[in-house]
């Protein structure tokens, strides 16, 4: 089986390309060909060593993937070989990832990808539609009706958190460079604030006068210092990027007003949340909701490449697609 993995936690070069033992699947699994699978921030972060878990070595990189299944063990009743499936919890706590022509897929982590479906779309998808929905619902609380802020609204993540929050009743309030304020409200936000405004705390103070119900800050910049102050009574800032930032925390501001500042990683997220936040995304699937604005196609040879350009920005709005069946049989070798 190709795959691309690593040897030892490192840098987007120490990312090889090459052949792996073939997986198989436990009594509990469902052995995948892997169709499709994208890279997200967070394999950078696990493959760098800089999201500590335990790395079964030789560790096949990435999270996401849409394929067919191969083979079911004996206790993974309810699916078939030759169904369409996805999953978006591989590569962390000890599962090896989807960067490969074939993966094991615990059956509770699986599931049945909608008719019509196209696959590459699909995969792009899969981790900001389920993070934007756990981010706003399960940790949020949100209600219909708050008025919701996010920083960061065109990138992945931060679009479907303007879409579901939108969706869902609340009045939507992005923060965006100016380019993208018409991509925000195409997605369902009421206003647009450009990002890079000095005085953008009190633009977003009159944008919100009643006060921000839940603000949540893609881009990692977690200026509690004032975020805090924005907050309604009661208000929460969830916090789910940016982890190097250490903030100011207004502690008086925080505990006066009821308001609460909530961390959120996907990755620690339960099968029952992931199962949860599954059905949405189906159901935004099905219905043709959600796409990416532009893909980049790159071979399993190139997740390598894949990993450094994310790091180095050259995604900003796109999102790469890696098809491991296509062009497999290339030659092995390191990086891309």
Do not use: K
Not at 56 to 83: H, I, K, N, Q
Not at 194 to 222: F, H, I
Not at 285 to 302: D, K, M, N
């Amino acid at each position: 089986m190709r795959a691309s993995y690593i040897e030892r936690p490192g840098s987007a070069t120490d990312i090889r390309y090459g052949e792996l033992p073939a997986p198989r699947p436990g009594p509990t699994d469902v052995l995948v060909d892997v169709i499709a699978t994208t890279v997200n921030p967070v394999d950078t972060f696990v493959r760098s060593g800089a999201f500590p878990t335990p790395l079964p070595l030789p560790f096949v990189v990435g999270r996401d993937l849409t394929g067919r299944v191969a083979e079911v063990g004996p206790g993974a009743a309810g699916f078939r070989v030759g169904e369409l499936v996805w999953c978006n919890s591989l590569g962390y706590g000890g599962r090896q990832g989807s960067a490969a022509e074939q993966a094991v897929v615990p059956v509770d982590r699986l599931y049945r990808l909608p008719g019509g479906v196209d696959l590459a779309i699909a995969v792009t998808m899969l981790h900001p539609v389920a993070t934007a929905y756990l981010a706003l619902f399960v940790h949020g609380r949100l209600r219909p009706g708050e008025t919701v802020v996010v920083a960061g609204g065109a990138g992945n993540v931060g679009a479907a958190l303007v879409a579901l929050a939108a969706t869902a009743g609340a009045r939507v309030v992005a923060t965006a460079s100016p380019g993208d304020a018409d991509f925000c409200r195409r997605n369902g936000a009421a206003d647009v604030l450009d990002y890079r405004a000095p005085d953008l705390a009190e633009r977003l103070r009159s944008a919100c006068p009643e006060g921000v119900d839940l603000y949540l800050d893609t881009a990692g910049r977690n200026e509690l210092a004032w975020t805090i102050d924005l907050l309604a009574v009661r208000g929460r800032v969830v916090v789910l990027a940016g982890g190097d930032s250490r903030p100011v925390l207004p502690v008086g501001s925080l505990y006066r007003n009821d308001r609460a500042v909530i961390g959120f990683v996907i990755s620690h997220a339960t099968t029952a949340e992931l199962a949860e936040a599954a059905a949405l995304v189906n159901r935004i699937l099905a219905a043709g909701r959600v796409a990416p604005r532009e893909v980049v196609s790159l071979p399993l040879s190139a997740v390598g490449e894949a990993h450094r350009m994310l790091e180095q920005g050259e995604l900003r709005g796109r999102r790469v697609v890696i098809r491991p069946l296509v062009g497999a049989r290339s030659r092995p070798g390191r990086g891309c």
